[in-house]
């Protein structure tokens, strides 16, 4: 089935993406999929370690995707980061804690330090993320017709935007809501790891 009007919903339930696409839904759920995790990847290794691992200049795809406020929201959304902490677990060394004598900043521990430098000189492999997970609840709105110009595409997805009010689409609002990127919130203290 192609032709497609979906939305996806952080999995904190509070902000929606619409988006259309000419691609089957399984691959264009791929291409957020692949971005989400990779993006989140990123964040949580922070620029200087990714830095050092990464191997090639990012596409212009990658580029664009780094963009756009559906990912920006989920690197700093409680609910995804716990999510993808929850189904990468190695990624856990990377995110600050409190000690037990709260300062005024987060820290590392000396055991997250270890664990960081091990996995970044020895283990660059099992740093990649699970590429399977989803970060977003997708849900088809509507099918459109094969035989439809693009500009009808856009003026459907433009009204379920403006009627949904979402918060993570840049362009599309006809109501002239203005969407910024709000997501300056601590989520490290919000982050739970089961693990330890």
């Not at 691992?53 to 756009?68: N, R, Y």
């Not at 004598?101 to 820290?107: F, L, S, V």
């Not at 000189?121 to 970060?135: A, G, H, P, Q, V």
């Not at 849900?139 to 997805?157: G, N, R, W």
């Amino acid at each position: 089935m192609k032709n497609i009007l979906y939305a996806l919903t952080c999995p904190c339930g509070q902000f929606d993406y619409i988006g259309y696409t000419s691609l089957t839904l399984d691959e264009q759920l791929k291409y957020h999929r692949e971005h989400g995790n990779r993006i989140m990847h990123e964040f949580i290794l922070g620029s200087e370690n990714n830095t050092q691992i990464q191997q090639q200049t990012k596409l212009q795809e990658e580029l664009t995707a780094d963009t756009m406020l559906l990912y920006k929201h989920s690197i700093r959304c409680p609910s995804a980061s716990q999510l993808f902490l929850d189904c990468n677990r190695q990624y856990w060394n990377f995110v600050p804690i409190l000690p037990s004598i709260p300062p005024d900043n987060y820290t590392f521990s000396p055991h997250q330090r270890l664990k960081q430098v091990q996995l970044l000189k020895d283990k660059r492999e099992c740093l990649k993320s699970n590429l399977l997970l989803d970060l977003y609840n997708a849900t088809i709105i509507a099918v459109m017709p094969d035989k439809c110009t693009s500009l009808f595409y856009h003026l459907i997805e433009a009204l379920f935007i403006t009627h949904a009010q979402t918060k993570l689409n840049t362009l599309g609002h006809l109501d002239g809501m203005i969407v910024e990127n709000n997501n300056s919130n601590d989520i490290n203290a919000r982050l739970v790891n089961v693990g330890q």
